[in-house]
């Protein structure tokens, strides 16, 4: 699962083409420029359509125009199916599309389980229940598909170190990057400690700005909130001879520039706390 669960962003060029004729892309492409507030989506959806407007001879500038609008293509497509990459993942695990994960000698039912432990990393936390307490393994050993899936869950909201951004990546395909997936990057800058153990978890944060702010508050909303339907019920997740505990959030820091929100708000009114932050 955890090698595979993000098997769903692997796009074959026929999957592109399909999907930029669908009506669902002119949808969503319609969706960044009316409704989104995401103004790098709107400035790359518009740019799109205005595509073979004003055509011009031949010049640099049309190749600087081409690859600008690769780039803005690029980034629509990646934005479209990203929302997808839960089930898309489930569903290559289920056609065998990319290995044969069977390796030959493992029985279908196990792929079946595998394909529905990847789609739970992205779905409501509920959807975990659909999944088996418990089933026989490849001889005389029992697994716990549901164990499985809470912790690649858990697992993957708790993957919060800076490097797994790579920069050099960023600086071979893009300058630009949706606003969500900026905020996104920054939050995991923004992170100063970070403790995980069987125990407890404690984060540390420092951001730049409210925006990135209320990114880091969102994850740990969500943490929580997994972490609380594990604690409720347990018993039907968690095997019975696992003699550990769940971890609990024992530390949370999360300060703008140094400063701690939570104390400011108590002597300032949100306007005021706003201009002290930004000088």
């Known amino acids: 699962g955890a090698l595979f669960h993000d098997l769903g962003m692997v796009l074959e060029d026929s999957e592109i083409k399909k999907a930029l004729e ?9 969706w960044c420029i009316n409704i989104s507030a995401d103004k790098t989506l709107k400035e790359a959806a518009i740019s799109i359509k205005e595509m073979g407007k004003n055509e011009e001879k031949v010049s640099p500038n049309n190749f600087l125009k081409a690859h600008q609008l690769r780039k803005y ?20 695990i289920e056609e065998n599309k990319f290995v044969d994960l069977s390796y030959g000698i493992l029985p279908k039912r196990f792929l079946d389980i595998l394909r529905k432990i990847v789609f739970c990393h992205t779905t409501n936390f509920s ?15 029992v697994f716990h598909p549901r164990f499985v899936a809470v912790f690649l869950r858990l697992g993957d909201n708790l993957d919060a170190d800076h490097l797994r951004f ?8 893009f300058d630009i990057l949706p606003e969500a997936s900026k905020r996104h990057e920054q939050k995991h ?8 153990t069987t125990e407890k978890i404690e984060v540390s944060f420092n951001c730049e700005n409210f925006e990135v702010y209320r990114e880091v508050r969102t994850w740990l909303r969500y943490l929580k909130a997994d972490l609380n339907e594990l604690a409720l019920r347990w018993s039907e997740i968690v095997p019975a001879c696992f003699s550990g505990y ?29 201009k002290l932050i930004e000088g």
Do not use: C
């Open 22 to 30: 669908s009506e669902a892309f002119s949808e969503f492409s319609e």
């Open 73 to 92: 293509i690029t980034l629509l497509i990646s934005e479209f199916f990203r929302w997808q990459h839960g089930e898309r993942s489930s569903a290559a």
């Open 127 to 141: 959807e975990l229940y659909e999944l088996p307490y418990q089933q026989n393994g490849f001889k005389n050993d």
């Open 166 to 173: 790579e920069p050099a990546i960023y600086k071979s395909l």
């Open 189 to 196: 800058s923004s992170l100063r400690e970070i403790l995980i």
């Open 246 to 274: 769940l971890p609990f959030i024992a530390m949370e820091k999360v300060l703008i520039k140094g400063r701690d929100l939570g104390s400011l708000q108590t002597t300032f009114s949100t306007d005021q706390i706003h």
